[in-house]
Nanobody, 119 residues
Framework: QVQLVEAGGGLVQPGGPLRLSCAAS????????MGWFRQSPGKEREFVGR????????FYEDSVKGRFTISRDNAKITVYLQMHSLKPEETAVYYC????????????WGPGTQVTVSS
């Protein structure tokens, strides 16, 4: 079973940038998509975006388009979420996840990393 571990969370000022990473530890890692999600207090977990592991194509939730970028390093088996122009309402625990086939559930999750956007 793959282990996913997020890193890079912390306190950032409104309008600032932050980069998160998600490292996977598994021999012979494979994935269809790697995704990023977030959950704010009192809210349901929401989709942020995903990257197709083989092609690198990306897809984003509308509110983050143009501000967030997902990338990957296949050799390091690591996915990144570069965030710009962060807003206070984007304070949340950010999670990465994996799904292994088209249309399947996001079956592997990291423990999450806290991002706090505040002055």
């Amino acid at each position: 079973q793959v282990q996913l571990v997020e890193a890079g969370g912390g306190l950032v000022q409104p309008g600032g940038p932050l980069r998160l990473s998600c490292a996977a530890s598994e021999r012979s890692f494979s994935a269809y998509d790697m995704g990023w999600f977030r959950q704010s207090p009192g809210k349901e977990r929401e989709f942020v975006g995903r990257i197709r592991w083989t092609s690198g194509s990306t897809f984003y939730e509308d509110s983050v388009k143009g501000r967030f970028t997902i990338s990957r390093d296949n050799a390091k088996i690591t996915v990144y979420l570069q965030m710009h122009s962060l807003k206070p309402e984007e304070t949340a625990v950010y999670y990465c996840a994996r799904r292994i086939t088209f249309g399947s559930q996001w079956s592997s999750w990291g423990p999450g990393t806290q991002v706090t956007v505040s002055s």
